[in-house]
Structure formats: structure tokens, C-alpha cells
């Protein structure tokens, strides 16, 4: 069955410290890795989707970035709007449903 | 704004008794997804359909059931509650029939937040 697993499960960050969220998926067969951003009380926004090892993407302070295994979410000199649930999923090439993970909160301090 | 609407937004009821929770997706979208988010348990797929007909089935429970019509809005049925349906629902949508299509963005609403007293 696929999975993913998302770490840390929170992470408090001071404004301007750079850090990564991680994403460790097991699918049999990858159709793509998506990362979306959930603000509390709304629905998840996508961010990016990334296809195959060794793909980036970035907007803004945000770089996703993916590896056979893993995924991570780059965040560079973050702002207190970087604040939110940072969720990952899996498609697979099966079942065509996405498989998200628990997500990580993310708190930006000014 | 995503485009999808959702409603009712809040919701409370009792134990045994049965809601329908109704979704509107974007414009243009053919497929409909269900999903369902709690404390402990994350996002959790409960059902796609697609132009009208059902095309993947998650952890969906035998008491929920969900529709599309033809003018393609959904409804997702929720009967003999119990306490542990307490969740946020969010319905999403997108173009293709195969999951999340182009880029690979779902268009979420901002959810049924229903409470099973």
C-alpha cells in the first residue's frame, strides 16, 4: 500500500532561518510527488509537482526538490506568511489517487 | 479563491442521524474528489467521480455515499453518524479522469467542518 511519512510533524522557525521539510514515500510505481500548503480552516493550494529523481522546482522562498526515496521541501530565509501545514503526496500510476501525508506545521516567528 | 464551493461549511449534528454535504466544483472540471481530514489521521481519500460515474474508491464507509449529477455537482451522504465522523470534508477537483491532470493541481474547497455530538 502506498505511503507517505512526512518529518518533523512541527517545526518553529525564526524569521529568516532556513530550513527543510522532508517527505519519504514508498508507491509502487510514481506517477508524480506533490507538495501543497494548507492554511488553518482551508483547503490545501498546490504548490508544485515534481515527476521523476532529480527534479527542482521553486516559487519564491520555497524549492522542492526529489529523490527514489524522498522528498524535500527547501525553505529559504522564511517570513511569518511562510506559516502554514506544508502537506506532501503520492500518485501512482495504478489507482490514480493522491496519498498525502500528515504534513508539518511550520511556525515562523518574527 | 479555488473556484470549488462547498457547503455547509459548519455542520453539527447527533449520533444516528444523517447529513448530505453538497460540492460544486470549478468550472470546466470534470472530476470530483471527496476527502476527509481529522486530527490524527491526515487527508484520507474517500472517493472520485467522474463525468457522473465513480471512478476510484478510498477508505470510504459503507454508511457515506456520494453522487455526481449532470449538471456536475456532488454530494457526499453521511448517515448512522457516529462520533468518530467528526472531521473537516473537503471536496477538490480537476479536469481529467485520471487523477490530477497537467500539472498535477487539485482544486480544493475550504471544506464541511462537521461535529457528531
Known amino acids: 500500500e502506498d505511503q507517505v511519512t512526512q518529518s518533523p510533524e512541527a517545526l518553529r522557525l525564526q524569521e529568516g532561518e532556513s530550513s527543510s521539510l522532508n517527505c519519504s514515500y514508498t508507491v509502487s510505481g510514481l506517477r508524480g510527488l506533490f507538495w501543497y500548503r494548507q492554511d488553518p480552516g482551508k483547503g490545501p493550494e498546490f504548490l508544485f509537482t515534481l515527476y521523476s529523481a532529480g527534479e527542482e522546482k521553486e516559487k519564491e522562498r520555497l524549492k522542492a526538490t526529489l529523490t527514489k526515496k524522498e522528498s524535500f521541501l527547501h525553505i529559504t530565509a522564511p517570513k511569518p506568511e511562510d506559516s502554514a501545514t506544508y502537506l506532501c503526496?503520492?500518485?501512482?500510476?495504478?489507482?490514480?489517487?493522491?496519498?498525502f501525508g500528515t504534513g508539518t506545521r511550520l511556525l515562523v516567528s518574527p | 479563491d479555488s473556484g470549488v464551493t462547498q457547503t455547509p461549511k459548519h455542520l453539527i449534528t447527533a449520533t444516528g442521524q444523517r447529513v448530505t454535504l453538497r460540492c460544486s466544483p470549478r468550472?470546466?472540471?470534470?472530476?470530483v474528489y471527496w476527502y476527509q481530514q481529522s486530527l490524527d489521521q491526515g487527508l484520507q481519500f474517500l472517493i472520485q467521480y467522474y463525468n457522473g460515474e465513480e471512478r476510484a474508491k478510498g477508505n470510504i464507509l459503507e454508511r457515506f455515499s456520494a453522487q455526481q449529477f449532470p449538471d456536475l455537482h456532488s454530494e457526499l451522504n453521511l448517515s448512522s453518524l457516529e462520533l468518530g465522523d467528526s472531521a473537516l470534508y473537503f471536496c477538490?477537483?480537476?479536469?481529467?479522469?485520471?487523477?490530477?491532470?497537467?500539472?498535477?493541481?487539485?482544486?480544493f474547497g475550504e471544506g464541511s467542518r462537521l461535529t457528531v455530538l
Open positions: 503526496a503520492s500518485l501512482n500510476t495504478g489507482f490514480q489517487k493522491l496519498v
Open positions: 477538490a477537483s480537476s479536469a481529467l479522469a485520471g487523477g490530477p491532470g497537467g500539472t498535477g493541481e487539485l482544486f
Open positions: 468550472s470546466g472540471d470534470l472530476s
